[in-house]
T-cell receptor
């Protein structure tokens, strides 16, 4: 069990540029989640997938954000036309999604800085 | 709507002291899950414990114990004989569940409590 991995770990970009992050969940987990965490705050839910289906999206996920999980394995989160307010840590988590096994395991995060 | 409140912003203790982290939650659902996560300085969130709303039995696991009280919507977490390595931000989180008891998945986190354990 290698854990959840995220790439890149850090991303610095200029305002207006597009960025894409990748998350590789724990292999046997069917659920994958994205959260955003700003300094001094708890993580905030963005969206989640069960296999390849995107089941819920937060109102925080504006039209500039899109997430995919094309084959039910890894996922990508893209932010278009980045704004300085997008600067945050983007966290990915995965879980079994079954009763009694629903704890989420988090990756190390991707820290985004928008200049 | 779900809400989790961790009223303690920061706690500072000396090694070997016991420390309790408070968590109060709000939900309209009768079936839900509660979690505690630890975020050390390295940044990665680490799962600690999970509790179902239909099981109010409190437990002890090593130096960790928790007190779940539905009547007061509280889910407090205690570290016994704290150690310097316990220094981290601790988050309480809530997940609602469907009728089958399976979590909907979305976690609602509190603001976190910064715990500093001094040698």
């Amino acid at each position: 069990d290698t854990g959840v991995s995220q790439n890149p770990r850090h991303k610095i970009t200029k305002r207006g540029q597009n960025v894409t992050f990748r998350c590789d969940p724990i292999s046997e987990h069917n659920r994958l989640y994205w959260y955003r965490q700003t300094l001094g705050q708890g993580p905030e839910f963005l969206t989640y997938f069960q296999n390849e289906a995107q089941l819920e999206k937060s109102r925080l996920l504006s039209d500039r954000f899109s997430a995919e999980r094309p084959k039910g394995s890894f996922s990508t989160l893209e932010i278009q036309r980045t704004e300085q307010g997008d600067s945050a840590m983007y966290l990915c988590a995965s879980s079994f999604g079954r009763e009694g096994r629903n704890e989420q395991f988090f990756g190390p995060g991707t820290r985004l800085t928008v200049l | 709507a779900q809400k989790v409140t961790q009223a303690q912003t920061e706690i500072s203790v000396v090694e070997k002291e016991d420390v309790t982290l408070d968590c109060v939650y709000e939900t309209r659902d009768t079936t839900y899950y509660l979690f505690w996560y630890k975020q050390p300085p390295s940044g990665e969130l680490v799962f600690l414990i999970r509790r179902n709303s239909f099981d109010e039995q409190n437990e002890i696991s090593g130096r960790y114990s928790w007190n779940f009280q539905k009547s007061t919507s509280s889910f407090n977490f205690t570290i016994t004989a704290s150690q310097v390595v316990d220094s981290a931000v601790y988050f309480c989180a809530l997940s609602e569940a469907n009728a089958g008891g399976t979590s909907y998945g979305k976690l609602t986190f509190g603001q976190g409590t910064i715990l500093t354990v001094h040698p």
